[in-house]
C-alpha cells in the first residue's frame, strides 16, 4: 500500500481538488489485544485501550502517566512526498478525577497531546547514480586543472542531488588497499552547478576558501579523506582546494536540493602534481585508481523538527496539538496538526498519543477518534487507503453521515473543511467512484 499512495502523487498533485485518504487504522481503539491491552495496529509505550471513558464506540487510548516518563501509543503510516498535507484530528478527554498537574509551574510544563514525526520514508526507490570518473593514471598534464563535468537531467522522485567528489582506490577481498602507498593525492576545485541554466551555483563553498564543516563531508577509511589545502598547489580560483588522498576510497559530498526535470550542468576542477612522493605528494599514478565527481539523487529528505508535544508544540499554523492543565476537564477537546510536507522533503509519518510530563505528578490523558487523512494524493474520498472509492468507501460516507458533527470516520469525507459530513461531501464523493469492486 505504501508504494501506491507514493505513486499516485505524481498524477493526481498536479491536478487535484480537496481529496482525500484515510490512512490511520484503528484510530477508535476498539480493538486490542486481551492480554496486554495493546491496540491493534498500534505499538504502545505504556498507553492502552479503555473502557475508562470513549466518544466513539466503547473504548479509548489511556495514558495514565506517574512520575517522570512518557506513556502512550504510535502508528506508523505511509511514506509521502513533497506537496503532501497531512491532516490529523483527535479528541482528548482530560479527566477530573485524575487530572494533568497543575498549576503550571513544574518545569517542563506537563502536557499531553497528539505528534506527527518524520522518518526514512519506505518505498521510495532511488535512481541510481551517475558519475564520471575520468580522472586516472593515463590523465596526461600534470599540474594542469582538467574539467570534468557531468551534464544530466534530474530524475524521477529525485528531490536531492548528492555531489560526491571521489578518488576510487580498489581493495581487496578483506578490504585491504591494492595500491598501498603508490599513488598520490588529487586535488579538487571551482565546484560549479547550473540548474535550468542559471547562473546562480547552489554549491556552498564551490571553491573551498572556507573550512569544510556545515558545508562539506568528507569521508574516507584507513588514514584515507578529504581536507582542505593550501600550500600544496596553484588554486584553480582563490588559494584553497580540496586535497583527497590515502590508500582507501576517499572523498567529499555535499546535498543540493533539485527538482525533478532540471537539467543539470556541473563542472569540477582536478589536478595532480609532479612533485613529491606517494602517498603524501607526487602524481596520482596508481593504474586501478580514477576519480571524478558523481551524483547520487536521493529521494526526499526527511523534514525537521518533529511537530512534538514539547518543547515545539505547535510549530505550524493551524495546529493544536496539545493540551495541560489548564484545560477544562471531562469533556472531549479536538486536538489537531494541520502540515505540509515541504519541498525536497519525504518521510514516513508516525502517528503518535502521548501523555507527558515534568519531573513529578500523575494524571490520565483518554484518546479517541484520532483520524489521519491526507487531502492531495486522491481524486475522490479513499476511506481506507487501498488507492479506490469503491462500496467500502461508500458504506463509511453512510454511517458517518450528520448535517451537525464530525463524527469519527468523517474527516476523510469532510472536503468542505467545517466539521460535518453533510450533503455538499457527499456531492463530492458520490461522482468520483472509481467502481464497486475496484482494486
Ligand atoms: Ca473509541
Ligand atoms: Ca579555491
Ligand atoms: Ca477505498
Ligand atoms: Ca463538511
Same mark, same amino acid.
Do not use: Y
Given at each position: 500500500m505504501k508504494r501506491i499512495l507514493v505513486a499516485m502523487l505524481c498524477g493526481a498533485l498536479a491536478t487535484?481538488?480537496?481529496? @482525500?485518504?484515510?490512512?490511520?487504522?484503528?484510530?477508535?481503539?476498539? =480493538?486490542? %489485544? $486481551?492480554?496486554?491491552?495493546?491496540? #491493534?495496529?498500534?505499538?504502545?509505550?505504556?498507553?492502552?485501550?479503555?473502557?475508562?471513558?470513549?466518544?466513539?464506540?466503547?473504548?479509548?487510548?489511556?495514558?495514565?502517566?506517574?512520575?517522570?516518563?512518557?506513556q502512550g501509543a504510535f502508528q506508523n503510516t505511509v511514506s509521502v512526498g513533497?506537496?503532501? @498535507?497531512?491532516?490529523?484530528?483527535?479528541?482528548?478527554?482530560?479527566? =477530573?478525577s %485524575? $487530572?494533568?498537574?497543575?498549576?503550571? #509551574?513544574?518545569?517542563?510544563?506537563?502536557?499531553?497531546?497528539?505528534?506527527?514525526?518524520?522518518?526514512?520514508?519506505?518505498?521510495?526507490?532511488?535512481?541510481p547514480p551517475e558519475e564520471n570518473l575520468a580522472f586516472d593514471a593515463n590523465t596526461p598534464d600534470l599540474d594542469t586543472w582538467v574539467n570534468i563535468p557531468i551534464n544530466t537531467v534530474v530524475p524521477t522522485d529525485a528531490t536531492i542531488a548528492r555531489i560526491v567528489l571521489i578518488s576510487f582506490e580498489p581493495a581487496d577481498a578483506n578490504g585491504d588497499p591494492i595500491n598501498g602507498n603508490l599513488n598520490g593525492p588529487i586535488y579538487v576545485d571551482s565546484v560549479v552547478l547550473s540548474l535550468d541554466g542559471n547562473a546562480t551555483n547552489p554549491v556552498a563553498n564551490p571553491s573551498f576558501e572556507s573550512a569544510l564543516a556545515g558545508t562539506w563531508?568528507?569521508?574516507?577509511?584507513l588514514g584515507s579523506g578529504a581536507a582542505r589545502n593550501l600550500f600544496e598547489v596553484t588554486a584553480h580560483n582563490g588559494?584553497?582546494?580540496?586535497k583527497i588522498g590515502g590508500p582507501l576510497t576517499a572523498g567529499a559530498t555535499q546535498e543540493v536540493a533539485v527538482s525533478e526535470g532540471q537539467t543539470f550542468d556541473l563542472?569540477?576542477?582536478?589536478k595532480s602534481r609532479s612533485s613529491g612522493t606517494p602517498p603524501t605528494a607526487g602524481p596520482y599514478q596508481a593504474p586501478s585508481a580514477f576519480a571524478g565527481p558523481k551524483i547520487e539523487w536521493v529521494v526526499g529528505s526527511v523534514p525537521a523538527p518533529n511537530i512534538d508535544i514539547?518543547?515545539?508544540?505547535?510549530?505550524?499554523?493551524?495546529?493544536?496539538?496539545?493540551?495541560d492543565g489548564n484545560a477544562p476537564t471531562d469533556t472531549w477537546m479536538p486536538l489537531s496538526i494541520d502540515y505540509t510536507m515541504p519541498a525536497a522533503k519525504a518521510a514516513l509519518l508516525r502517528c503518535t498519543v502521548i501523555n507527558g510530563f515534568g519531573n513529578t505528578g500523575m494524571g490520565k490523558a483518554y484518546y479517541d477518534n484520532f483520524e489521519m487523512v491526507l487531502t492531495n494524493v486522491f481524486d475522490g474520498s479513499d476511506a481506507d487507503a487501498d488507492g479506490d472509492e469503491d462500496m467500502g468507501d461508500i458504506a463509511q460516507l453512510q454511517k458517518v453521515f450528520s448535517t451537525t458533527e464530525l463524527k469519527y470516520g468523517g474527516l476523510v469525507f469532510d472536503h468542505a473543511e467545517d466539521d460535518d459530513v453533510d450533503f455538499d461531501d457527499v456531492n463530492f464523493t458520490l461522482p468520483r467512484m472509481t467502481g464497486p469492486a475496484a482494486e
Open positions: 487535484t481538488a480537496m481529496a @482525500r485518504t484515510g490512512v490511520l487504522k484503528n484510530g477508535s481503539f476498539e =480493538s486490542f %489485544d $486481551p492480554n496486554t491491552m495493546i491496540p #491493534t495496529d498500534w505499538l504502545a509505550f505504556g498507553g492502552r485501550s479503555s473502557a475508562g471513558a470513549f466518544n466513539d464506540g466503547a473504548r479509548s487510548c489511556l495514558a495514565d502517566f506517574a512520575n517522570g516518563s512518557f513533497p506537496g503532501v @498535507r497531512v491532516l490529523q484530528r483527535c479528541l482528548a478527554l482530560h479527566p =477530573s %485524575d $487530572p494533568l498537574p497543575g498549576p503550571l #509551574t513544574n518545569t517542563p510544563k506537563p502536557v499531553a497531546g497528539i505528534k506527527l514525526e518524520f522518518f526514512p520514508p519506505e518505498g521510495l526507490s532511488s535512481p563531508n568528507s569521508f574516507g577509511a588559494s584553497a582546494v580540496l563542472s569540477t576542477q582536478w514539547a518543547p515545539n508544540a505547535q510549530p505550524v499554523s493551524a495546529t493544536t496539538n496539545i493540551m
